[in-house]
C-alpha cells in the first residue's frame, strides 16, 4: 500500500528509512516510536531478547493496524517495522513512524499502533539472564 511500510525482518532495523518512508512536504510533523532493548526486567539483568512469530499473520496484523489507524485519524503515512531474532542491549525490535500534518495526530496514532501491535500481532519474546530465560506475556 502506498501509505503505508510494513515489515518484518532479521537484518537492523533502519530509523532512517522509516523517517524517510513517512516524510511528506504536506505534514508539519512526524511521531517515531523506537522500542530497544533494555538491560534490566524486573531487577533481573537481560542478556539478550530473542523475538519468534508467525510471520505471516503478523504481517497481515500490522498492514491491519496501519489501515485502521489511517482511518482513525489524520494521519498522511505510517511505517511499522519489527524485527525477529536474537537482539542484542541497546538493539531496536520496533519502530513505528507516523506523520501528519499536525502532530497531535502523529503522536495517537503512534500510540495506538504500538499498543494494538503488543496485543494483536503474533510476536513472541523471550528474555534471556545469567540464569536462564523466560518467555514473555505478549500483552504489555
Known amino acids: ?3 503505508t511500510s510494513i515489515q518484518i525482518t532479521t537484518k537492523t532495523l533502519n530509523l532512517q528509512d522509516c523517517y524517510n518512508f513517512v516524510q511528506d ?4 510533523g512526524i511521531a517515531l516510536f523506537v522500542g530497544t532493548v533494555r538491560n534490566t526486567t524486573k531487577n533481573k539483568k537481560v542478556t539478550l531478547l530473542d523475538f519468534s ?5 503478523a ?4 498492514q491491519k493496524i496501519a489501515n485502521q489507524a489511517l482511518e482513525k485519524f489524520s494521519i498522511h503515512k ?3 517495522h519489527h524485527a525477529v531474532g536474537e537482539l542484542k542491549i ?5 519502530i513505528i513512524a507516523v506523520s501528519s500534518a499536525h502532530r497531535k495526530a502523529a503522536f495517537e ?9 503488543k496485543e494483536t500481532v ?3 519474546k523471550k528474555e534471556h539472564f545469567a540464569d536462564g530465560e523466560v518467555w514473555v506475556n505478549a500483552h504489555p
Open 59 to 62: 504481517v497481515k496484523e500490522m
Open 53 to 57: 512469530g508467525y510471520e505471516p499473520m
Open 122 to 124: 503474533p510476536i513472541w
Open 90 to 94: 541497546g538493539d531496536i525490535p520496533v
Open 109 to 117: 496514532a503512534c500510540e495506538f499502533a504500538i499498543n494494538t501491535l
Open 1 to 3: 500500500m502506498e501509505n
Open 25 to 28: 512536504a504536506s505534514c508539519g
Open 78 to 80: 505510517i511505517a511499522i
